[in-house]
Protein backbone atom coordinates (compact mmCIF):
# COMPACT_ATOMS: atom_id res chain seq x y z
CA UNK A 1 0.00 0.00 0.00
CA UNK A 2 0.99 3.01 -0.81
CA UNK A 3 0.06 6.72 1.01
CA UNK A 4 0.86 10.08 -0.13
CA UNK A 5 1.12 12.77 2.43
CA UNK A 6 -1.52 15.80 2.01
CA UNK A 7 1.48 17.90 3.39
CA UNK A 8 4.85 17.52 3.36
CA UNK A 9 6.09 16.43 6.83
CA UNK A 10 9.58 17.89 8.23
CA UNK A 11 11.99 14.90 9.04
CA UNK A 12 15.66 14.12 9.87
CA UNK A 13 17.68 11.45 7.73
CA UNK A 14 21.22 10.27 7.88
CA UNK A 15 21.50 12.57 4.81
CA UNK A 16 20.34 15.84 6.34
CA UNK A 17 16.77 17.32 6.92
CA UNK A 18 14.24 16.47 4.60
CA UNK A 19 10.37 16.42 3.59
CA UNK A 20 8.62 12.79 3.71
CA UNK A 21 6.38 12.66 0.58
CA UNK A 22 4.84 9.17 0.96
CA UNK A 23 5.17 5.93 2.68
CA UNK A 24 5.11 2.80 1.25
CA UNK A 25 4.27 0.03 3.89
CA UNK A 26 5.25 -4.17 3.14
CA UNK A 27 4.72 -7.16 4.29
CA UNK A 28 7.76 -6.41 6.64
CA UNK A 29 9.16 -3.19 6.46
CA UNK A 30 7.85 0.34 5.72
CA UNK A 31 9.66 2.65 3.34
CA UNK A 32 8.99 6.38 3.28
CA UNK A 33 10.72 8.95 0.27
CA UNK A 34 12.00 12.18 1.27
CA UNK A 35 13.26 15.66 -0.43
CA UNK A 36 16.40 16.39 1.06
CA UNK A 37 16.07 20.26 1.43
CA UNK A 38 19.65 21.02 0.68
CA UNK A 39 19.89 19.02 -2.83
CA UNK A 40 16.09 18.47 -3.33
CA UNK A 41 17.10 14.85 -4.32
CA UNK A 42 14.38 12.52 -3.67
CA UNK A 43 15.72 9.54 -1.19
CA UNK A 44 14.37 6.32 0.22
CA UNK A 45 15.08 5.54 3.32
CA UNK A 46 13.63 2.43 5.74
CA UNK A 47 11.09 3.73 8.26
CA UNK A 48 13.56 3.02 11.35
CA UNK A 49 16.17 5.50 9.50
CA UNK A 50 14.23 8.60 10.08
CA UNK A 51 12.68 10.53 12.62
CA UNK A 52 10.27 13.60 12.75
CA UNK A 53 11.91 16.85 13.40
CA UNK A 54 11.56 19.67 15.25
CA UNK A 55 9.44 22.25 12.95
CA UNK A 56 9.22 25.23 14.97
CA UNK A 57 6.59 28.27 13.32
CA UNK A 58 6.21 25.83 10.08
CA UNK A 59 10.13 25.85 8.34
CA UNK A 60 11.60 29.42 10.02
CA UNK A 61 15.01 27.20 10.35
CA UNK A 62 14.53 28.17 13.83
CA UNK A 63 17.23 26.49 16.14
CA UNK A 64 16.17 24.46 18.81
CA UNK A 65 18.21 26.85 21.34
CA UNK A 66 16.89 29.65 19.49
CA UNK A 67 13.59 28.86 19.88
CA UNK A 68 13.73 28.09 23.36
CA UNK A 69 15.13 31.48 24.25
CA UNK A 70 11.90 33.14 22.59
CA UNK A 71 9.95 30.67 24.81
CA UNK A 72 11.69 31.00 27.68
CA UNK A 73 11.60 35.63 26.99
CA UNK A 74 8.02 35.71 26.45
CA UNK A 75 6.96 33.66 29.50
CA UNK A 76 8.79 35.87 31.83
Known amino acids: MIHEFH ?4 VDTPLGPGDAILIRCGEHDNFITVILRESRAWVTFKQEQIK ?3 CYT ?5 KHEEMREIIERDVK
Do not use: A, I
Open 7 to 10: QQLP
Open 52 to 54: SSR
Open 58 to 62: MRRNF
